[in-house]
């Protein structure tokens, strides 16, 4: 039987914890915590606008970030085997690195996204036609593109609170783009048991002692 105090005991438990607690639950809470933030900020913007395009509305980068949060919790329940003996467990890790991955991607067009939309804005010269907001980046050109937003009735409130979700919408995509970034980062390390510095010396230690001893 294995006691407390064994040092291979020691290792399998500080392999697979960080700062006393499982590692990925810190980034499942954050992940859930930002993926509903982005989801409905998304939706709010929806509906500020039925003109407003997918891409501009980033509700799915936040579904897709609360998906890779259930995979972690998913991930906490399953009982832990060191050097991933068990195919489940190997699986749902294996899911979660490759979800925390697609999240990373999608949480970085959805900034690009906001930042090409909110860098054009900045520019727009906006008038209300018809319950419309019209708005156009070069009013000398009769040839210019005209960006139409229905449902809008006063083009001043429209683009202040679009100009504002949008921001957010920059700086929640990019936080969940570096929690995402650092869970691939720790499930790598991990993985490859470089991450914990120092577990890798007790076997050594303790070969060394039964050396001695002989």
Not at 10 to 30: D, I, K, M, Y
Not at 71 to 95: H, N, W
Not at 146 to 156: K, N, S
């Amino acid at each position: 039987k294995k006691t407390k105090g064994d040092p291979k005991t020691v290792q399998e438990e500080e392999s697979h914890t960080c700062c006393g607690c499982r590692f990925p639950l810190l980034f499942a809470l954050l992940q859930l915590a930002l993926g509903i933030s982005v989801t409905v900020l998304g939706f709010l913007m929806a509906g500020i606008s039925s003109s407003l395009l997918v891409r501009d509305t980033p509700y799915w980068a936040g579904i897709i970030v609360c998906v890779v949060s259930l995979v972690g919790f998913v991930m906490l329940c399953i009982s832990y085997q060191p050097d991933e003996k068990t195919c489940v467990q190997f699986t749902v890790k294996l899911m979660y690195f490759l979800l925390s991955a697609l999240g990373l991607v999608a949480c970085v067009l959805a900034v690009a996204f906001a930042a090409h939309h909110y860098l054009q804005m900045t520019k727009f010269t906006c008038d209300t036609i018809l319950e419309s907001c019209q708005c156009k980046l070069d009013t000398a050109d009769p040839l210019g593109r005209t960006f139409i937003y229905q449902d809008a009735a006063d083009c001043g409130s429209l683009t202040s609170m679009l100009n504002l979700y949008l921001l957010l919408q920059m700086v929640l995509n990019l936080i969940a783009a570096l929690v995402c970034l650092s869970a691939c980062f720790v499930m790598w390390k991990h993985r490859y048991q470089v991450f914990y510095v120092g577990v890798r010396f007790y076997p050594l230690i303790a070969t060394e002692g039964q050396q001695q001893k002989v």
